[in-house]
């Protein structure tokens, strides 16, 4: 492994400096032997602890879930932010350039005494080289903040909420060079509104009030520079706006006449190209598929997929200008239909007469998993994107089968290439599973496989599943970082070039130029920051 080759040569090389040799140095004053051991350990590849973030005098040890921990690793312009939050709400923002010397707080903020119910920062978002975010202090409330990555160019942008009022922000987006955003007005300043912001007091303008209090939602079409989205009002009806970041170019596409329900009207939006498709459910209509383009020309229904609104819709997934999407209805039976956005494209492929999930598509088939009858195991199954019947693929094993209370379930999966990785809980039907396995499948049972066991198995703090640019996957599991190239062999955990330290309860994994960063525990209470190479052997 390479810690032993990696650990050898340290342990060469301090036996040579130990024998009476002098040293031959060069300009830089560094012994060849130790310099060769310092460029093996650039040239590895593995993990390493960039720095902990526990604040200095601070004495890990509280529950796993109140720990200080990296959150909401975000990339601006190829430098990492994050932020770190105390119990007493203390938080501070960081950045890193992924060396500890470069890793450093670049504001924090005092505790505040006030019930938030989670971060006091909210809304990371960058814009070239800043960032913007939603902050609350107690002396202004909730409002807009934006950071250079300096302490004295972090700093809020507006108070819109004069004083300590909140500003209830959200739906943060870069449209046309400039910040979008949405408001809830404090009662009796107005009621949700529409905003954009270039990081000055001066350019921080209302675009509009919609007159009620509404959610807001949708997608941005960069080829046109608008942004399409929807207000629920729960009440009055549900509408399609537009905006390009002016006044003048914000404006209504269509009312559908039909209201708002607590359990969602707009199903999901999906950008595709030019155009955004959604899905709209009622008691008149049913479930229907949309589809614009940011003009009212061109919003038109598709077509109405099932005369009832009584339906779950699942996450749809766009592979190469096609989305393939699924909705139960109350049998329940799982229907697949697929997309290329026109009413002749737009056709369901099959019906399953029970519940499932979409994994994901693999070359001309999109791959399905099932309960099988005594729901005792989970069955994968093949569509043919052309059309054509199901085909059932292969059953897995599930090593709790005996108990009637180990219902296998899928936590989470990821497409890489021409494979789709994904986990299997069992063992528990309500509670914490047993066990979490990762599988992998190409769509055919010779290409199905398990990888690992012991994946993190707190739904809380569940691996995530990683790709990467070789077609291989990063995920947590057993205390360690672990990587795969979809075979037994290839699966292994990965090296740490940290001594003594290991990264468990690896998580937010995020892609900043050349490396990959993540949160973990190395080893012992309270969380540090770790990178890895995103470029895998």
């Known amino acids: 492994m390479r810690t032993r080759s990696w650990w050898w040569a340290v342990a060469a090389a301090g036996g040579l400096l130990g024998c009476g040799a002098g040293p031959e140095t060069g300009d830089s004053g560094t012994p060849p032997e130790v310099a060769q051991v310092q ?111 300096t302490p004295e160019g972090t700093q809020p942008v507006a108070d819109l909420a004069a004083g300590p009022a909140d500003s209830n922000l959200y739906g943060f987006t870069e449209l046309n060079g400039a910040l979008s955003f949405f408001r809830h007005a404090p009662y009796g300043q107005g009621f949700t509104q529409l905003w954009r912001s270039d990081g000055t007091a001066a350019g921080t303008v209302l675009l509009r009030d919609f007159g009620r209090f509404t959610g807001a939602f949708g997608e941005v079409l960069p080829s046109s520079g608008l942004r399409v989205f929807f207000t629920e009002d729960f009440e009055e009806t549900v509408r399609l706006w537009r905006t390009d970041g002016t006044a003048a170019g914000t404006f209504q596409l269509k009312d559908f006449g039909i209201p708002g329900l607590y359990t969602g009207t707009v199903m999901w939006t999906q950008r595709v190209g030019d155009s955004m498709l959604f899905i709209l459910r009622d008691a008149v209509g049913g479930t229907r598929l949309w589809r614009t383009d940011g003009t009212v020309a061109g919003t038109r229904m598709l077509k109405r997929l099932d005369a009832s609104w009584d339906v779950d819709m699942g996450v749809p997934q766009l592979v190469d200008g096609t989305v393939v999407f699924t909705f139960t209805d109350a049998g329940p039976s799982l229907e697949v239909w697929k997309t290329d956005g ?196």
């Open 39 to 149: 460029s093996r350990m650039e040239a590895a590849w593995g993990t390493r602890e960039v720095k902990q973030v526990l604040p200095l005098g601070r004495i890990p040890g509280t529950q796993l879930e109140k720990e200080p921990r990296p959150d909401l690793l975000t990339n601006v312009a190829g430098t990492l932010y994050f932020v770190v939050q105390e119990e007493d709400q203390r938080i501070a923002l960081w950045k890193s350039d992924g060396t500890p010397g470069g890793t450093v707080v670049v504001k924090a903020f005092k505790p505040t005494n006030a019930l938030l119910g989670g971060l006091r920062i909210t809304g990371m978002t960058p814009l070239g080289s800043r960032l913007f975010f939603h902050l609350f202090e107690p002396e202004l409330g909730w409002e807009l903040w934006v950071s250079d990555g």
């Open 342 to 537: 026109t009413e002749a494209g737009t056709m369901r492929l099959d019906a399953f007469g029970r519940d499932g999930r979409l994994l994901g598509v693999v070359g001309s088939f999109a791959t399905v998993l099932t309960l099988t009858d005594d729901e005792r195991y989970l069955k994968l199954w093949r569509l043919p994107l052309a059309g054509g019947l199901k085909q059932g693929v292969t059953v897995l094993s599930n090593p709790y089968a005996d108990d009637p209370q180990a219902v296998p379930g899928l936590r989470n999966a990821v497409s890489v290439g021409d494979r789709i990785y994904f986990a299997q809980t069992l063992g528990a039907r309500v509670q914490m599973p047993r066990d979490v396995e990762l599988w992998v499948t190409d769509g055919t049972a010779a290409g199905t496989r398990r990888l690992s066991s012991g994946l993190t198995r707190p739904d809380v703090y569940h691996s995530p599943l990683f790709a990467l640019d070789n077609g291989g996957l990063l995920f947590s599991a057993k205390g360690n970082v672990w990587v795969t190239d979809g075979t037994v062999q290839g699966t292994r955990a990965v090296d740490s070039l940290t001594a003594d330290k290991t990264p468990a309860e690896a998580a937010a994994f995020t892609r900043v130029g050349d490396d990959i960063f993540f949160r973990a525990i190395p080893g012992a209470p309270g969380f540090s920051l770790w990178a890895i190479p995103a470029a895998s052997p």
